[in-house]
C-alpha cells in the first residue's frame, strides 16, 4: 500500500459556477490537504482534519502556497498532428490536404508512431493535462503505440483509431472492412487495460463512405459504453462538401444520425455552425459539442457560440480542447484563454470559475466520467495539477495586486503555460518531476 499526502490550497468543482460569487459551486480550502492512497484520493478537507487520517511514515509533500485542482482533461486532439502544430496559411481542406494527411502516412512505421506518443504524452503531463481524448492515425499501429505509452504511465486516456476509407491519399486510408476489424482489434485488446478507453473513431463524413459508416454504427451497436469520435460542422466548405456527399441527409448533423452515432458518449469536435436543428438533435441525443477555440481561430473556421448553446431551451453538453495540431497551443490554461477571446467577441463572459469548472469537473461530465476523473473527491482517481501563479516575472507582479481566488484563476488562464504548472500527478504519482528527473 502506498499513501501520500499533499498540502496546499485545494479547489474543486461541485457543479457550474453561476456567477464569478456563486461560491456554493466550488470547494476551496486556503490550507486544505488530500490523502492519496493507491493511486485515488481516499481523504479531502482541511488538512488539519485530513492529517488525523494519516497513518505514520506517511510522505507529506508541502506545495503551499500553489493551487491544487484536479488534472486537466483534454477533450479532441490529434496525437499524430505534433509535427503539424503551426503549419501556415491553409482553411481546414487544403490544411488536411498540405499538412495533415502527408504527416499521418507516417505512422504506418510502428517505431515513428511510439516515439510520438512517448513526445505527445510528455507535452501533455508538462502542460497538466491528466487525460485525453485522441485521435491516432489509420494505421492500428498507432493506436497500439499511443495505448502502449499511456498505460505504461498509468494515464486514463481515450483513444481509437481513425476510420477513413475515401477523399484522402492512399498511405492513409483503410477499407469500412478493415476498418471495423482492426478497431474491434483495438477494443479487444486495450479496452479496459488498466485505465484505458477505446473510441469509436469515423474521422469525419468527408472521407468515411456510406459503408464505412454503416460498420462505424455497428461499432456503436455492438460496444455501446464506448465513446465514439468524430468531426462536425467545422468549416463551410466542409459543410457543403459533405451535404453533396450524402444528399439524402437533411443536414450534417443528420448524415451521423442516419447511422446510430449521436449519443451520452459521442464526442462531435467543433460545431461551430449548426442550424437550430442540428442543436437540438445533439441535445436530444445527449451528444456532446466539443469547443476548440485556438484551432477554430487559427484556421479561420468560426466563433462557437458557447454561452448561446449552454443557455437555450435545449442546450447542449459541451466540452473544450486543444485540437492540436488545428490548434495553436498543448495548454488547457492557453486554450480557455482563447475561449474567454471566442466568448467576448460574441459579447458574452466567461468567469475564472466557469472557465476551470470546465477543464475539470465539466469535461468530466461531458465524457461521463466524472464518478472517477475532474474533481477532487474522495474515492476517485489522482489525478492532480499543481499551479503557480507567480512562476514567471510578468505574473509574479501582476500577483502584488491579486486580491481574490478569481482574480488569481484569471491571471493562470490568462498569463500562465507549461511553467506554471509546478507537479502533476498521475494515479497519485508525480508525472512531471519524474519526467524531468529521467531527462536530466
Given amino acids: 500500500m502506498t499513501e501520500l499526502l499533499l498540502r496546499g490550497r485545494t479547489l474543486s468543482f461541485n457543479r457550474w459556477p453561476e456567477t464569478i460569487d456563486d461560491h456554493a459551486a466550488y470547494a476551496y480550502e486556503e490550507d486544505g490537504a488530500l490523502l492519496i492512497r493507491d493511486g485515488r484520493i481516499v481523504a479531502a478537507g482541511t488538512y488539519t482534519e485530513v492529517a488525523k487520517k494519516v497513518g505514520e511514515g506517511v510522505k507529506t509533500v508541502d506545495h503551499r502556497p500553489h493551487l491544487i485542482l484536479p488534472g486537466f482533461i483534454d477533450t479532441h486532439v490529434h496525437f499524430p498532428q505534433m509535427q503539424v502544430i503551426a503549419s501556415y496559411g491553409a482553411e481546414l481542406l487544403d490544411w488536411l490536404n498540405t499538412y495533415t494527411f502527408p504527416e499521418e502516412t507516417k505512422f504506418r512505421d510502428a517505431q515513428h508512431g511510439r516515439r510520438i506518443a512517448r513526445l505527445f504524452l510528455d507535452e501533455m503531463v508538462r502542460h497538466g493535462t491528466t487525460s485525453t481524448v485522441a485521435y491516432c492515425s489509420v494505421h492500428k499501429a498507432s493506436a497500439e503505440a499511443f495505448f502502449e505509452e499511456s498505460h505504461a504511465r498509468d494515464m486514463l486516456n481515450i483513444a481509437g483509431k481513425v476510420m477513413m476509407d475515401r477523399n484522402a491519399p492512399d498511405g492513409v486510408l483503410d477499407t469500412p472492412q478493415s476498418g471495423y476489424d482492426d478497431t474491434r482489434t483495438v477494443i479487444s485488446e486495450w479496452h479496459g487495460k488498466g485505465r484505458q478507453h477505446v473510441a469509436i473513431t469515423p474521422r469525419f463524413a468527408i472521407t468515411?463512405?456510406?459503408?464505412?459508416?454503416?460498420?462505424?454504427?455497428?461499432?456503436?451497436?455492438?460496444?455501446?459504453?464506448?465513446?465514439?469520435?468524430?468531426?462536425?460542422?467545422?468549416?463551410?466548405?466542409?459543410?457543403?462538401?459533405?451535404?453533396?456527399?450524402?444528399?439524402?441527409?437533411?443536414?450534417?448533423?443528420?448524415?451521423?444520425?442516419?447511422?446510430?452515432?449521436?449519443?451520452?458518449?459521442?464526442?462531435?469536435?467543433?460545431?461551430?455552425?449548426?442550424?437550430?436543428?442540428?442543436?437540438?438533435?445533439?441535445?436530444?441525443?445527449?451528444?456532446?459539442?466539443?469547443?476548440?477555440?485556438?484551432?477554430?481561430?487559427?484556421?479561420?473556421?468560426?466563433?462557437?457560440?458557447?454561452?448561446?448553446?449552454?443557455?437555450?431551451?435545449?442546450?447542449?453538453?459541451?466540452?473544450?480542447?486543444?485540437?492540436?495540431?488545428?490548434?495553436?497551443?498543448y495548454s488547457m490554461l492557453r486554450?480557455?484563454?482563447?475561449?474567454?477571446?471566442?466568448?467576448?467577441?460574441?459579447?458574452?463572459?466567461?468567469?475564472?470559475?466557469?472557465?476551470?469548472?470546465?477543464?475539470?469537473?465539466?469535461?468530466?461530465?461531458?465524457?461521463s466520467l466524472v464518478d472517477r476523473i475532474g474533481t477532487l473527491e474522495e474515492g476517485t482517481e489522482a489525478d492532480i495539477v499543481v499551479l503557480d501563479a507567480g512562476a514567471i516575472p510578468a505574473m509574479r507582479l501582476r500577483m502584488e495586486t491579486v486580491a481574490t481566488l478569481a482574480e488569481e484563476l484569471f491571471l493562470l488562464q490568462t498569463l500562465g503555460d507549461d511553467r506554471t504548472v509546478r507537479e502533476v500527478y498521475v494515479s497519485g504519482r508525480p508525472a512531471k518531476s519524474d519526467m524531468v528527473t529521467a531527462a536530466a
Fill in 335 to 367: 486554450t480557455m484563454d482563447e475561449a474567454y477571446k471566442v466568448i467576448a467577441l460574441q459579447g458574452e463572459k466567461l468567469n475564472p470559475f466557469q472557465s476551470f469548472w470546465q477543464i475539470t469537473r465539466g469535461n468530466a461530465e461531458a465524457l
Fill in 208 to 329: 468515411s463512405s456510406p459503408e464505412q459508416m454503416e460498420m462505424a454504427g455497428a461499432l456503436v451497436k455492438e460496444f455501446p459504453n464506448l465513446h465514439m469520435q468524430t468531426h462536425l460542422s467545422e468549416n463551410h466548405a466542409e459543410i457543403a462538401y459533405t451535404c453533396e456527399l450524402y444528399p439524402e441527409a437533411k443536414d450534417y448533423t443528420d448524415v451521423y444520425a442516419r447511422y446510430g452515432l449521436l449519443g451520452k458518449r459521442s464526442l462531435f469536435g467543433h460545431s461551430i455552425h449548426l442550424s437550430e436543428r442540428e442543436a437540438d438533435a445533439l441535445s436530444d441525443s445527449g451528444s456532446v459539442a466539443v469547443f476548440c477555440p485556438t484551432s477554430n481561430l487559427f484556421l479561420g473556421s468560426g466563433l462557437f457560440d458557447y454561452q448561446r448553446y449552454r443557455s437555450r431551451e435545449k442546450p447542449l453538453r459541451i466540452a473544450a480542447a486543444t485540437d492540436v495540431g488545428g490548434g495553436t497551443n
